[in-house]
């Protein structure tokens, strides 16, 4: 098959979904369906963690796949990430295609020497013979009120590692699309889930398998004005940010970058080319985060264009608060348009 016919199998096949019967489903539906489809498709497609055998899950993710595939197949674990993930490696070098559940980002440190010297490296040890197909997936960021190490947002950890990539859907229909696209890549994928949105809102979601690709942005909202640039739970405050200047009659752009690496440098450079004016939106702390790694993609490549620094709107230098302070800590719709109008007026 030619890379043409490729692509325009592809292409068919995606059009077949969009056409499909569609079902309005949560983000939990969403990828829940993504994992069984993907289960069905391929059987080295396993799902290995903490409870999400018998229990579906601490979100109840999982629910289902047990009884649909049995235990050789969906695996409860031990309380021990670094086994996890470790035990995920071995299989998906047997070639097996794990896909690993770590129930809170928060809980993934005991894990990260396994991600970093081992899953991210494997490629590039073995000279390419090896490669570790192989997701782990893990509720991130806060807005629930959950106890302490249930809130972490320190995605930057894992895209300043090479070797990893690194997803993060703002919705249902992304959420089945890309976890399809990450259980089906040759390499390591880390699936970072927004549990504030898990059930946040329904969307509709094709019920045939389908793929959205990795490495490719969204243009949520088209503006002239300014560009708003987010990720994961933020969409919704960028958006909610976009109506409320709109109503003042300002026209900006929503960019969700849907993947932090590779981050589709193309789709930013050619809004902020168009609009002059940048906001970046992140949850994590505002130091070192990826937000800064956006910031300066822009200057680079953009600078001549800019009418006004970019505005960076995050999460503050400190440790996650707990429930009572997770409000004023959360970057929100206010804070968006503040940062919009800074840009504007400058």
């Known amino acids: 098959m030619t890379r043409q016919q490729a692509a325009a199998s592809q292409q ?22 993504a994992l069984k489809a993907e289960m069905e498709r391929d059987e080295t497609v396993l799902v290995l963690g903490e409870d999400v055998g018998r229990d579906g899950g601490v979100f109840r993710v999982t629910e289902g796949l047990l009884d649909a595939f049995g235990s050789e197949r969906v695996m409860d674990t031990p309380l021990a990430e670094s086994g996890i993930v470790g035990f995920s490696i071995g299989l998906a070098a047997a070639g097996f295609r794990p896909v690993a559940e770590i129930q809170f980002m ?17 490629r ?24 302490e190490h249930h809130s972490e947002s320190y995605e930057a950890l894992l895209v300043n590692t090479p070797g990893l990539k690194v997803v993060v859907p703002s919705t249902p229909y992304d959420a089945k699309g890309l976890l399809a ?21 329904r969307e509709e979601v094709p019920s045939e398998p389908y793929t959205v690709p990795i490495g490719k942005a969204k243009v949520v909202k088209t503006g002239t004005d300014l560009t708003i640039i987010a990720y994961g739970s933020m969409v919704r405050q960028a958006l909610e940010a976009h109506d409320a200047l709109a109503r003042d009659g300002i ?15 193309g789709t930013i450079i050619e809004s902020v ?13 505002r130091t070192g985060g990826f937000g800064a790694e956006i910031v300066a993609l822009i200057n680079e490549r953009a600078l001549v264009h800019l009418k006004a620094p ?3 709107v995050a999460g503050y230098d400190v440790v996650f608060p707990h429930a009572l302070l997770e409000n004023h800590y959360l970057p929100n719709r206010e804070r968006v348009v503040a940062a919009a109008k800074r840009a504007l007026e400058f």
């Open 12 to 33: 068919e096949r995606s059009l077949r979904a969009v056409e499909s019967p569609a079902e309005r489903l949560t983000m939990v539906q969403a990828i829940n369906q």
């Open 106 to 122: 928060g809980f993934l440190y005991p894990a990260l020497n396994q991600l970093f010297a081992h899953a991210a490296r494997m």
């Open 124 to 147: 590039n040890r073995s000279r390419g013979r090896t490669h570790l197909p192989m997701v782990v997936r893990m509720p991130y960021g806060g807005g629930i009120h959950p106890p």
């Open 181 to 201: 696209s990450a259980i089906r890549d040759e390499d390591p994928v880390v699936f970072l889930e927004p549990k504030r949105i898990y059930r946040a809102f």
């Open 251 to 265: 026209s900006a752009e929503v960019v969700d970058l849907r993947t932090l690496s590779p981050v589709d440098a």
């Open 273 to 285: 080319t168009k609009t002059g004016r940048a906001v970046v939106v992140h949850e994590a702390p």
């Open 310 to 312: 970019v505005e960076r």
